[in-house]
């Protein structure tokens, strides 16, 4: 069976996005890594549902503490920063989030900025993005 991309029906109002993000504490994003980094397989981008910039110190805490608890290895190519971060729906249950880092698309697409770790790693946790070449997405909500 063929993977399908994944579709965008419609993207979310900026409305929409504040109501969809209450009691989210963040959002995991994995996906398969470019083949040539053959060591770090999987492509993590993990959303705190944050607009402050935050501190070196916590910023190495939230990671170290969230590799620990996905058993993530070998993180690399660190980018950890605020950015405009758009909501796409579709066919899947949760609306998926969207890094807008072109301009056009900032300009076209409804947003909210994040503070946002991107980085390359491995786990065996993610067999769906390393394995399958799938891409997932999953929200930890606050009590």
Known sequence: ???????????????????HL??????IMAAPAPEHFSDTPIHFTLFLN??????????KAILDKFLDDNQIQ?????????MPV?????TQDTHMPMLLVKPQDQSTIPYTVMFVMDFLAD????????DDNLSGWSYSYTN
């Open 123 to 130: 786990s065996e946790n993610f067999s769906e993005a390393k």
């Open 1 to 19: 069976m063929q993977a399908q991309a994944i579709k965008t029906e419609k993207y979310l109002s900026t409305v929409e996005i504040q109501k």
């Open 74 to 82: 070998k993180p690399a190519e660190l980018m950890s920063q605020l």
């Open 86 to 90: 758009g909501f796409g729906s579709g």
């Open 22 to 27: 209450e009691n989210v504490e963040y959002i």
């Open 50 to 59: 944050t607009s402050d910039d935050l501190p070196q110190d916590i910023q």
